[in-house]
């Protein structure tokens, strides 16, 4: 029996609104690494950790919607075999943007924890020269900088929320990864999602790959 012109419409329109989320995403969490990258130098700041958080949520918002719309689409009869393996492609993606962006969040807790933004000022920066304090002072340890502040609450809570929704993921749909296969070069020009490609070692261009 050929599935009816709605249901192909519906499955359709599911597909396409998560194209679009996963390319929302994918500049979302790219946005965000940039600034990630900054922390600890010279626009390290207030207002530079402040849009790290703005960032953060985004992709974190984003996540939680297209998670549950490929979810739903999976689950409901799909209208043809090619929507299907559409939809399993961008589940693939979608987990690989997610560990990208947990890596992410790793890394600035890590440097947020070596550079602390005190006081509303600019973070002071180890530069490695081995600057020391006045001898006796509290709080200098010899041959290095001052003991490290306690890492920052909100970004463990971020780290733990991505965790959470990459754990459920990789149970929630029977899809196995090595199902996907590349349809173009690496580096032609892709651009729907470009950190996806990192997560498999550079052997995946963005959209620019199938399920077999």
Known sequence: MAPRRGDACRTQGVAGTCAATQAA??????????????????????????????????ARELSTGLRQALLAGLRQAPASP?????????WVLFLSALELFLQDLRRAHHLCQLFSVQGGGTAPLRTGLGLRGPPGRKGSRRGGGPAQP???????????QVRATLAEMETRANIPLWTVEPTQPVGTGSTAAPAAGAAWGGSYAGHCCRVL
């Open 25 to 58: 995403l994918c500049k979302a969490t790219a946005g965000h690494r940039q600034l990630v990258l900054q922390l600890g130098g010279s626009a390290d700041g207030p207002q530079l950790r402040e849009e790290r958080r703005r960032r953060s949520a985004e």
């Open 82 to 90: 090619e929507e299907r393996r559409e939809l399993e492609r961008l």
């Open 150 to 160: 306690p890492a920052t609450p909100c970004l463990e809570e971020e780290i733990e």
